[in-house]
């Protein structure tokens, strides 16, 4: 009998709750809820490697537990700002982000491909956009939010590295939204950087 599409993505969910309970949830313990989300979780799916893993949080309290609880285990700081801290632990590279969220629902809402758009909390609940899996088989990258376009547009290049490819009409929708931006404004294209040291810009990433 073939496995059904509807099964088969039943079983990842399962599969890749499993693996993350085992790795953070079941060793970081909280009352509230906190959750990982995006690329940690995309890659997972893909069977690609894990680069870093980002925590999400309803409130300051509990990322500071939860860097309490890194740093109790001989994480080293690799960078901190205004956005996130992140993490060298024993199990690999985490992301702490500093804007705190009312749900996973909320958080993944803002990200800017559907297939980042796939969170996990610490109840063991599986959160993703509707067209998460079908996105993900066909890695096609579509929009679900585009509020940094050139953010995006940088992203682009890793995901095309990844085997990730975006349409045209998404292609169309970057640079619709590229030709709304104001260039000349410095403002808008002062560098930082990013937490891995990458650069960014500043009040578009």
Known sequence: MIESAYEKSAQQIRNCI??????FFNKIRLTSDYWIAGGCIRD???RSSISD?????????????????????????????ENALKLETMTGKVDLVKRFYENPKE??????FTVCCAAIDNNKTFYCHDDFFIDLAAKSLQINKL????????????YNKKGFSACNGTLLTIAKALSTLD????????????????LRFVRID
């Open 183 to 198: 260039l000349t404004d410095k403002n808008q294209n002062v560098l930082e950087f990013y937490p891995d040291g990458s």
């Open 107 to 112: 958080s993944i809402s803002s990200f800017d």
């Open 44 to 46: 997972y799916m893909s």
């Open 53 to 81: 893993v980002d925590f999400f949080f309803t409130k300051e309290s509990d990322f500071e537990h939860v860097k309490s609880f890194f740093l109790a285990d001989n994480a080293k700081v690799l960078f901190e700002n």
């Open 147 to 158: 509020l940094f376009p050139l953010s995006t547009l940088q992203r682009l290049q890793k």
């Open 18 to 23: 499993d693996f993350f309970d085992k790795k």
